[in-house]
Every structure is written in C-alpha cells, then in structure tokens.
DNA sequence: GGATAATTTGACCGATTGGTAAACATTACA
DNA sequence: TGTAATGTTTACCAATCGGTCAAATTATCC
C-alpha cells in the first residue's frame, strides 16, 4: 500500500533529491517565461522530462512547485543587498553593490524574471516575504544608507528610492533583455552590454550620490 | 442575413465605437494584470459586463484584442521621448523627462504593465514594433544625447544606457507597485511616494551627468 | 411600419487545464 | 532473495479554455 505522496517519508531519498531538483529546475524555465497563471504542469513536466502524474508525485500541486521555487530562489536573490556593509566605504559598497546585481542578472535572469513576473502580478504568493523579510532587510540598509548621507559621506538623499533606483536599473537587463537587445541591434546585443551598463551605472550613481563639495 | 463579423461595415457605428471602446478597457485591465496567456477571454467578457460571444463580434480572437490593445497604447506611451527636444537646454529636458515618465508610471499604471508583462515573457507580440518604430526613434535622441555629451553640456556617458536607466527608474513605480509599497510600508504608501521619487531621480541624474567641472 | 442590417445571446464544440485512481515497476533493506 | 515502501505510468475526470453557430433581439432607414 502507498502512502499517499512524497515528502511524507522522513528520510527524504537520492531520488526524491533528484527529481525534485530536477523539477524545480524545470518549473524556473516555466515560471519565469510565462508566469504563474500562464504557465501549465505539462509544460514543466515536459521540460523535465517526466510525465505529468510523476512530477505531480513530487509536488502536490500548481501552486506547490512554484512555492517552493521562491522559497529556494528568494533567499539567494537577497545576498548581494545583504553583503551591503555598513562598515565599508560608501562608495566602494554602492558600486560593488551594483556590479553584484548586475551579475545577476546577467547570470540568473530567469530568476529575476520569475519575481518580477510575480510582482508585476501584484505578487499573490509572496506579499508575505516583500512585507516582512524583504521589508526589514531595506529597513535596515536604508538606515546605514542615512547614516552615510548624515556623516556627509555622500549626498542626502531617500535612501529607499536609491535602493529602488539600483535595484530597477539593473533588473532591468534582465527582465526586459529582448527590449535592450532589440533597441541595441545585434551589433550591441553580446555580452558587451553588461560591462557598457556597469560603467555607466557607476558613472551615474557614483556621479549623483558623491556629496555636495560645500557642506550644507 | 447576418454579415459574418463587425468591422465589416464601412461606416463604423456608434455601437461598434463604444462597444470596442468598452472591450479594450476591460482588455487592458485583464491583459495589464495577468499577461497575454495568464488572461482569459472570459475575464474580458466579465469586466467588460458582455457576453463572451458578443465580446467576439466585436474583435475575432484573443490575438485581435491584444493586438488592437497595444497599437492603441503603444504611440501615447512613447510621446515623452518623442517631445525630448535636440535644442532644448540639456538638464531641463532630462528632468522634464522624467518627470513626464513618473507622471505616467502614476496615472497609466495598467499601460506600463501591459507593456512589461509583454517584454518580461518574450515580447512575442510586439517584436516588429521594438525592433523598429521603437529602435528608430531611440537611435535618434541617443544622437542628441551623444551631441550634448561632445559639446560639453553634460557628462560623457552612453547614452543608450541612460535612456534605459530612465525608463527602468520611473517604470519601476508602475510595474513593481506592490513591491514599492510593500517596502515602504503603509505610511509611505499614498501618492506622496511619486514626489519623493521624482525629486530623488532628478538628484540622482542631474547630479550624475552634470559635466566634469574639468574638461576631457 | 416594415424590411433589412446590426447586435446579442444560450447552447454547444473540441482541446486543454489541473488533478486523481489504480495498476505496474523499481528500489531499499532485512 | 523476498517484501514492503517508493516511484512511474496509463487511463481518466470535471472544469475551463478559445471559439462557433443559429436563433433571437434590437437598431436603422425607407
């Protein structure tokens, strides 16, 4: 006789770690190209290469697999805002902070897509992580950011509309790659373009937040 | 006997004008929300307070509606770069900008949605118009901005990357709403955020591209 | 007012949706 | 090696999908 589905054994098998793994893998490419209501379960279990029923084995449900994806995913996507030190040099933290997201997007769009995918959706499986994890975390970055700008480190300025200004800026290659691209040409479109927006983003948060020579 | 489909008139009727008027509102309220493939056409139906059938009489396929959506929308959304005036005093024309852009990630919200859950999926309906009127009309005040840049009048910078790091700034408000409040929390949460945000991205640009005080 | 064209609807279609039931196959482990 | 738990598949389900059809209703114009 068998137990209804997996997850209910204790022990979790080889297996389970692998098709799991390997579902999950498949769901990104999904979710983040169509979204949750556009995207369907045959459409993933086709990318993984299993059939339907097997991968339902696995996740009960739809809204099963694209939970545990965010929760997999979000954590990650959080790091380079949470690498920002309080300790360093403002200036030196706010372009390595770029260059991280840059990366990102650079090197996991399809993560970013998925969020943005999901928030442009008005976020209905994840208003509990942007109200309280995501929250806290800008909280207290946006405090560090202040306490620069009070010290005189760098411009005063809302230390909420700089993060979503870096954040917005660099997402942006991600999420709207095929609109860069197509305004780019094919000339532009290789992998040139991250450096290009890296120099310029730095020139341009680097110029607009460095502080007023007179002090005021 | 009944001519097939609307549209096939030559003389469009009072009807067939507020009908399509009433389908394409309730079409950019479905489509801006869930994407073209998250969106049924039921849904339309439902906001557009018609039946499903008499929905398409009007317009013959989901296609066709997104379609008629997006040509609708598309030159509206594209006239604050358009009025980007070459002979216009630099720093004023990029502050104009925008603020034009934020005014209408405030008061269009659905349109931008529209657009970008229509790029952030793959843009498959609207490559021709990126990759023409779109990349044309780029190319030409990417011209002016490289003109301003050799004359002095602002900081050398490539100005692709600019218009792209406009475009994400303000969009950003429309397209990542829940996000934005979400993070700021309720108290920041009224239409004073659009003020705040306006007089940050002016900081950050005209601060940022404001010419080296020393020349080269 | 009546003919004709334009509009609207309920009933329906085949395909696809998320998900299930149960038989079958494989694995882990004693 | 046997057996119980785990994993996989085929066949299927009701609901919803985009879209059609023919009949009924309404507007237009002479």
Redesign the pocket.
């Known amino acids: ?3 209804p589905r ?1 997850a ?4 979790r ?4 770690e692998e ?1 799991e793994e390997q579902i999950l893998e498949a769901a990104l490419d999904v979710f983040s190209a169509s979204g949750f209501r556009g ?5 993933i279990a086709e990318v993984a290469g ?5 991968l ?3 996740f ?4 099963a697999m694209h939970r545990a994806l965010i929760d997999r995913v979000l954590y990650t996507w959080l790091e380079p805002l949470r690498a920002f030190d309080a300790e360093g040099n403002p200036e030196e933290e706010i372009r390595s902070y770029i260059r991280r997201k840059l990366e990102m997007a650079r090197d996991f769009p399809r993560e970013s897509r998925l969020f943005a995918n999901e928030v442009l959706q008005g976020a209905p499986h994840i208003e509990d992580e942007l109200k309280g994890p995501l929250k806290e975390l800008v909280d207290e970055k946006a405090e560090v950011i202040r306490a620069w700008a009070k010290a005189g480190k760098i411009v005063k300025c809302d230390p909420y509309h700089l993060i979503f200004s870096i954040w917005s800026t660099t997402q942006h290659y991600a999420d709207f790659d095929v609109q860069v691209r197509a305004v780019l040409g094919q000339e532009h479109s290789g992998d040139g373009r991250f450096e290009d927006a890296a120099r310029f983003l730095e020139q341009l948060f680097i110029g607009g937040l460095r502080p007023d020579p007179i002090g005021t």
């Open positions: 006789m068998t137990i997996a209910k054994t204790l022990r098998t080889r297996i389970q098709k995207s369907t379960i045959d459409q299993m059939s339907k029923p097997n339902l084995y696995y009960r449900t739809k809204e």
